[in-house]
């Protein structure tokens, strides 16, 4: 199956830094790339929509000054979180979707960064 | 409004059967997606339907029922290692995905 990467895997900063976060998808063409946000022992909660060349579509209640997001090329997305503060600290993962010639379209999961601010 | 049911949780016992099921309302349907997660891992993709009818992959397995809105994760001869939250999401005629809470799924000796 497709790869999807991230990086890096852990992070730990002060708080008031910024972190980025890197996707890339190693095997294909990602025209779109999702970012999720993920507490302890909950769901998977959609952060933003991102697609090549364009601006992201953030989900209701994401900042988007605070959660900046860059999809340069149809195989990098990155995710900086800006003035990182405790409340930030989850799990953050990307993911790519890849298109076959049938139309399947798929979600390939990056595998995570754990983000823990001081 | 969009909605995914699944059950919470789930306990098996290992060597058995166990179904989880999924029912579904969504603006449009392209497709419905089980995924595997792992506590404190990224999901993992483990089947696609967009057709009525059985997948089958090797101890796993996914049924759909369109006319329903309900498709189920057959996992066969459960192991320890099938420990872990089975996601639902369904794709909707946006392209977006809506995902379920997901079921934890306990095996025990």
């Known amino acids: 199956g497709a790869v999807v990467s991230q990086h890096p895997s852990w992070v730990i900063c002060k708080s008031g830094t910024s972190v980025k976060i890197e996707c890339r998808s190693l095997?294909?063409?990602?025209?779109?790339m999702f970012w999720y946000r993920q507490f302890p022992k909950q769901s998977l909660m959609l952060m933003a929509t991102?697609?090549?060349?364009?601006?992201?579509?953030?989900e209701q209640g994401v900042e988007k000054d605070k959660f900046l997001i860059n999809h340069a090329s149809l195989t990098l997305s990155t995710l900086t979180v800006t003035s990182a503060h405790p409340e930030d600290s989850s799990f953050y993962i990307c993911?790519?979707?890849?298109?076959?010639?049938?139309?399947?379209?798929?979600?390939?999961f990056g595998p995570g960064t754990r983000l823990l601010v001081l | 409004g969009q909605n995914i049911d699944q059950p919470t949780e789930m306990t098996a016992t290992e060597g058995a059967i166990v179904q989880i099921n999924c029912t579904y309302q969504?603006?449009?349907?392209?497709?419905l997606f089980w995924y595997q997660q792992h506590a404190g891992e990224a999901p993992t993709f483990l089947s696609y339907?967009?057709l009525d009818g059985l997948e089958e992959k090797g101890r796993f397995s996914s049924f759909l029922s369109r006319s329903k809105g309900y498709s189920y994760l057959l996992l066969k001869e459960l192991q320890m290692k099938d420990s872990a939250s089975y996601l639902c999401?369904?794709?909707?005629?946006?392209?977006?995905?809506?995902w379920g809470a997901g079921t934890k799924l306990i095996i025990k000796p």
């Open positions: 993911s790519a979707r890849s298109v076959k010639g049938d139309q399947q379209e798929t979600q390939y």
């Open positions: 095997d294909f063409q990602a025209t779109t």
């Open positions: 991102s697609n090549e060349g364009s601006k992201a579509t953030y």
């Open positions: 969504t603006s449009g349907f392209n497709g």
């Open positions: 339907n967009v």
């Open positions: 999401a369904v794709m909707d005629s946006n392209y977006q995905l809506i």
